[in-house]
């Protein structure tokens, strides 16, 4: 009789321990939340297309304007690139940073933490290198920049573009 007591109160001690560590998690979670910004970058232009182009001319590249349409400032943390062929660059006033390209390929893309005040704009400049897979590299090529932001709503923001790629 004595065990199904003590194995009784075990098992109401061990329920309300792990009662009190979920409570914990969900305020842990609300915490973090907290510092999460209710506004989103956004983009005037999410998609661009550079028709056919040449791999034997070189580089081509577009500006994206983004902006933050919010009442609070928003963080934007990483920028990156969806193949080893494109890269991004951030200019933010008379501030540029980058080149970023695309993780986990001969790159580490650090963490920027660069603020977009309310109403702020910036200009994220893609460049595809139409080379860079060489000969069958020919064809319709989609890449993307991905930013990702400290927004609660909306924490990354995707710009794409395309182009045909001919020798």
């Known amino acids: 009789m004595n065990s199904k007591i003590i194995i009784g109160v075990f098992a109401s001690v061990l329920l309300l321990a792990g009662l009190l ?3 914990r998690s969900d305020l842990q979670n609300t915490a973090a939340v907290s510092l999460a910004s209710r506004s989103a970058l956004s983009a005037e232009e999410a998609d661009f297309d550079f028709g056919t182009i ?3 001319a070189g580089n081509v590249s577009h500006a ?3 902006k ?3 009442s609070e400032p928003i963080a934007i943390e990483k920028m990156y690139t969806s193949c ?3 890269t991004a660059t951030l200019t933010k006033g008379a501030q540029t940073f980058g080149p970023y390209g ?3 390929h001969n790159s580490f893309i650090p963490r920027m933490n660069e603020t977009l005040g309310p109403n702020a704009e910036a200009v994220i400049e893609a460049v595809f290198d139409p080379a860079a897979h060489g000969p069958a590299g020919v064809g319709l090529a989609e ?3 991905y930013i990702e932001t400290n927004s609660a709503g909306a924490p990354t923001l995707e710009l794409t573009f395309r182009a045909e790629v001919t020798r």
């Open 21 to 23: 560590w979920i409570a």
């Open 102 to 104: 695309m993780p986990g």
């Open 143 to 145: 890449r993307s920049v």
């Open 68 to 70: 933050n349409a919010g």
């Open 54 to 56: 040449s791999m034997a």
């Open 84 to 86: 080893m062929c494109t």
């Open 64 to 66: 994206f304007r983004v």
